[in-house]
């Protein structure tokens, strides 16, 4: 078990861990399969949209609003259906809605309590300032993929993170739902991170990874940092 009382900073993966983003995902998505006729099940197109979405962001930086239109037209181009401008934006227009999981906000408040939170996520800042509003909690650090013109699971996002809080990294705890995006490159610049496996690899690829622990959702990670 980790001893929690080293750690001064708690870094977040955001969407995902923080924000149900695979029900906001399939809330904006299922309507446009209804309408021209696809017969695409959830986990399908949660599987589609984690290779869209990490491919078009392993090519030359784009915003995330970009990324979310272009992971529309592939969906089109892989289904053979034309979007109309308003669909293709679709995901952009339902991000701002997207809900915080049921745990999140009276876990973000209690661990704010011991530590100082940051932010690591993949997104533009004046998307993630409607998501802010959700969250109810003032965090030390916003870091964005914005900031550094890169995506995770690229490592200039953790170096610009590690640089940004300025404290040694053992006493920075990384906490993420994605061992692609957040798990793995932040291992390998030696953070102890924790897997929060809501569900299962989802809107993210699947990889291998091993976290320093793993639980289901923050509830637990809060009973254990405060037993």
């Keep these: 078990?980790?001893?929690?009382?080293k750690f001064q900073v708690l870094t977040f993966d955001c969407y995902g861990t923080l924000i149900d983003w695979e029900t906001g995902i399939l809330n904006a998505l299922r309507p446009i399969f209804l309408k021209y006729g696809i017969n695409i099940n959830d986990n399908e197109i949660l599987k589609n949209y984690a290779e869209f979405e990490s491919e078009i962001e392993k090519g030359p930086y784009i915003k995330y609003k970009e990324v979310l239109k272009k992971v529309l037209?592939?969906?089109?181009e892989k289904f053979?259906?034309?979007l109309s401008k308003e669909e293709l934006n679709c995901l952009v227009n339902s991000l701002k809605h997207w809900p915080?999981?049921?745990?999140?906000?009276?876990?973000?408040?209690?661990?704010?309590e011991k530590y100082k939170l940051a932010i690591i996520s993949n997104i533009d800042r004046d998307l993630f300032a409607f998501t802010q509003k959700q969250l109810k909690v003032e965090f030390d650090w916003i870091i964005t993929s914005e900031d550094i013109k890169a995506y995770k699971p690229s490592l200039e996002n953790f170096?610009?993170?590690?640089?940004?809080?300025?404290?040694?990294?053992?006493?920075?705890?990384?906490i993420a739902q994605s061992i692609y995006h957040d798990i793995n490159p932040a291992k390998k610049l030696?953070?102890?991170t924790i897997l929060i496996k809501?569900?299962?690899f989802g809107a993210t690829p699947s990889v291998?990874?091993?976290?320093?622990?793993e639980v289901p959702d923050l509830k637990t990670l809060v009973s254990l940092i405060f037993s």
Excluded at 159 to 174: M, Q, S, T
């Design 1 to 5: 078990m980790l001893n929690f009382n």
């Design 73 to 76: 037209k592939k969906f089109g």
């Design 80 to 82: 053979k259906f034309s």
């Design 100 to 112: 915080p999981f049921p745990d999140t906000v009276s876990a973000l408040k209690k661990l704010k």
């Design 159 to 174: 170096k610009y993170a590690i640089k940004e809080i300025n404290v040694p990294k053992e006493k920075i705890l990384h």
């Design 190 to 192: 030696g953070l102890t």
């Design 198 to 200: 809501r569900r299962g």
């Design 208 to 213: 291998f990874g091993y976290p320093d622990i």
